[in-house]
């Protein structure tokens, strides 16, 4: 191998090497949830935002108006920001 292909290469893993290390700046983490046992504690915490139903085993949460709002022992009362910024999605089922 020549001297001169040994540098094309080294320039290219030192670059790769820079945009890894700039990409790692660049985290992405999750808003922290409060979780409420009664609907009008969380309202209380987020008075300008919609309280939802979070099931935490499937990953979802459930507007008011839902059937499964609610519904069930393992999900807790959050603010719809948080559920969102957690990476939480919106049900569909059982819309109305």
């Excluded at 519904?71 to 059982?94: I, T």
């Amino acid at each position: 191998m020549s001297r001169s292909g040994f540098g094309k290469w080294s320039g290219a893993i030192a670059c790769a090497g820079a945009m890894l290390v700039g990409a790692g700046g660049a985290e992405v983490s999750a808003t922290p949830l409060t979780p409420f046992r009664h609907e009008a504690q969380a309202q209380r915490h987020c008075p300008r935002d919609k309280v939802v139903w979070l099931d935490f085993r499937k990953g979802v949460y459930y507007r008011k108006g839902q059937k499964r709002y609610g519904q069930g022992f393992d999900g807790s009362f959050v603010c719809q920001n948080e559920a969102r910024g957690s990476f939480y999605r919106r049900s569909l089922l059982g819309l109305r």
